[in-house]
């Protein structure tokens, strides 16, 4: 009954080592990090069929049937070191003094060796004369071997968890796989569960390929970011030329919002299938959020690919009982252009481009854009510096009152100045900061800024009520962005009227319940609220109905519109009277020359901000600017 289930066993294991080669993870079998269990595991599962035979059938003398026991156990004992030499490897980042060390981890499997093979002659381990086989005083070493091993993996992963691509799951995993040889099979020596437990092992690489450190995602089914630059990598290694299609879904925010969460996830789910069974599935990964990626060889035509993809985005998505119509930009990046250590932030920047452009965009990363990757990095850089320095440059746009004819607010703006480029766009670095994750910290120092200014120019005695300070939708969403705003006032000791925080209708449509918990929390410090940009997007008065805002700044988009169209006049006229209706101050942005000033002033503009009445400027000149005579000096229509 043992021999013919460890036989099963066996034929099980080479059935899966097969199928490993079908479907294409034929690599697998020669990887440093998985090839070598495999191989053992292997090798280790014939030793033991053979071993049994022959102490069943007596076909050779004592001595020559203990050697091949040895050379079978010391085969078993490796297994457990190969295992623990997995998950050292899956460290993202290796330390180099560790590297040169790693070959330690080894020397318990040698001292187990060492004393099996002593053992042929002391006994010690185990012995076989004509009976068969006998366990010595010593075989326990084989316990102390496979747990140590077990045990040391597991506490040197839950360690290192941050640093390592293997989770709790894995851990656990390579702790049942170890340890069970070691508390059920060893100290049997004719307990039928060897090869079983080893055939486990042999599965669940061979199932999950290389990516046994990586797996996929929960959510989607789709492969996960780590698996794609792996792959990209291993392309590189191979001179394989590949397309990447970064798809983003369009607003999906948005889509999160009307759906809820699980629909949200359903319809990730949804199209990860579509592009899996067009592309298949050792082809798709999802990058991350609403992103997901195609890694295809250069062979596949890039205009058919597109085409393909449009189609399915042309299709209802059915989640929830509806239909949902989707809308994705499409980033399309070369590997022959870039190194695989620039491929993740090549997909990143095509995606921001093709998200630029428009929705349902294509943006193609041709191998001159490899300088628009260079500023990128260089704005990374110079954000990077400006927290570090625990500064940020702000400048200051006057704020003109239509009733009292002069300056009565400013807004703050964040400016960037990067090396060799000079000031770039808020929108172009804002929009990075997001991504990589500095945008909290720039907020907060800008606020720092601000407030330290407002303490030092006696704001108030030069006619200025309050500064305008964009909050943006990261920071509206955070929970306790309440206690750092109000702990930055405290420090600076500037009461709450002199702050009026800037938020976008993006951040009212990202999640408009958080945003009202955090308003409501900030009123009751008396801060006040804008709504920046209105026209320039959702342009819903949902958000001015149930959020407390005081203030509406018209985007400058709809203001230029109304100077070069009647309709867009009307439109633009009518809105102003509706929000002074609610009882709303408008501020109308974009004001360039002295006829746009009096168009805006004759609608009932409350304010008027742009570059006729002044640029935003450093702190330095603002004395010039809030001058009376700087404004009797403007040119009159």
């Known amino acids: 009954m043992s021999f013919g289930v460890e036989l099963c066993s066996l034929i099980f294991l080479v059935f899966q080592l097969i199928m490993a080669v079908m479907r294409r993870g034929i690599d697998v079998l020669f990887s440093k990090r998985t090839g070598p269990c495999l191989f053992v595991v292997t090798i280790s599962q014939i030793l033991t069929l053979s071993d049994r035979l022959m102490l069943a059938n007596q076909n050779l003398p004592p001595v020559g049937m203990a050697l091949f026991s040895a050379v079978t156990f010391a085969t078993q004992a490796l297994v457990p070191a190969l295992l623990r030499d997995v998950v050292l490897r899956s460290r993202k980042t290796i330390p180099v003094p560790v590297r040169r060390l790693m070959w330690l981890h080894f020397l318990p499997w040698a001292v187990v060796t060492v004393c099996i093979f002593v053992s042929v ?133 948005l889509v999160n919002e009307f759906y809820g969460v699980e629909g949200g996830n359903e319809i990730l789910r949804r199209i990860a299938v579509n592009l899996q069974n067009e592309f298949g599935k050792n082809h798709v990964y999802r990058f991350g959020g609403d992103i997901f990626l195609l890694l295809l060889n250069a062979d596949r035509e890039c205009a058919r690919v597109l085409d393909t993809i449009r189609h399915m985005f042309l299709m209802p998505v059915p989640v929830n009982g509806q239909n949902a119509f989707l809308t994705a930009c499409i980033g399309i990046v070369h590997t022959e252009h870039y190194k695989a250590s620039e491929i993740a932030s090549a997909v990143d920047f095509a995606v921001s481009q093709a998200k630029t452009v428009g929705k349902g965009e294509v943006f193609e990363m041709a191998e001159n854009t490899a300088g628009l990757m260079k500023r990128r990095k260089a704005i990374e850089q110079a954000l990077v510096k400006n927290i570090r320095d625990n500064h940020f440059e702000v400048h200051y746009q006057p704020i003109f009152d239509t009733k009292k004819k002069r300056f009565h607010s400013m807004e703050a703006l964040a400016r960037l100045n990067v090396p060799g480029y000079g000031y770039v766009s808020p929108e172009e670095f804002i929009r990075i900061a997001e991504k990589n994750g500095t945008i909290l910290q720039i907020g907060m120092l800008v606020l720092e800024e601000v407030c330290r200014f407002i303490r030092k120019a006696e704001l108030k005695s030069k006619g200025i009520d309050f500064v305008e300070v964009n909050l943006s939708v ?3 969403m955070q929970d306790k962005i309440y206690n750092h705003i109000r702990d930055v006032l405290e420090k600076y000791d500037v009461p709450p009227e002199m702050i009026n925080l800037e938020i976008t209708e993006s951040a009212a449509a990202y999640s408009e319940k958080k945003l009202m918990q955090n308003m409501a929390r900030m009123s009751l410090m008396y801060l006040e609220f804008s709504l ?44 102003i009277t509706m929000f002074k209706e609610i009882h709303l101050k408008v501020v109308a942005e974009g004001i360039e020359d002295p006829e746009m000033a009096d168009m805006l002033i004759r609608m009932g503009a409350d304010y008027l901000q742009g570059y006729y009445y002044s640029k935003p400027v450093p702190a330095e000149l603002l004395d010039e600017r809030l001058d009376p005579a700087y404004l009797a000096g403007l040119p009159e229509s």
């Open 532 to 575: 920046d940009d209105y026209g320039s997007g959702y342009s819903n008065i949902n958000y001015l109905v149930s959020l407390p805002f005081s203030i509406v700044k018209i985007d400058k988009y709809l203001v230029w519109a109304a100077a070069k169209s009647v309709m867009s006049r009307v439109i633009l006229e009518n809105t």
């Open 474 to 476: 990261v920071q509206c």
């Open 121 to 253: 002659w002391s006994r010690d381990v185990f012995y076989v004369d004509e009976q068969g086989f006998h366990r010595g005083w010593l075989f326990w070493i084989f316990i102390a071997n496979d747990l140590l091993y077990a045990v040391g993996t597991v506490a040197y992963g839950l360690r290192h968890k941050q640093h390592m691509r293997v989770n709790i799951p894995m851990l656990i995993t390579y702790f049942t796989l170890t340890a069970i040889p070691c508390l059920l099979l060893i100290p049997f020596q004719d307990f039928s569960l060897y090869g079983v437990c080893m055939t486990f092992i042999v599965y669940f690489l061979c199932r999950q390929g290389e990516r046994v450190l990586y797996f996929t995602d929960t959510v989607s089914g789709a492969l996960v970011r780590e698996s794609f630059l792996f792959d990209v990598q291993k392309a590189e290694l191979r001179g394989i030329r590949q397309h990447i299609f970064a798809i983003a879904i369009d607003n999906f925010k």
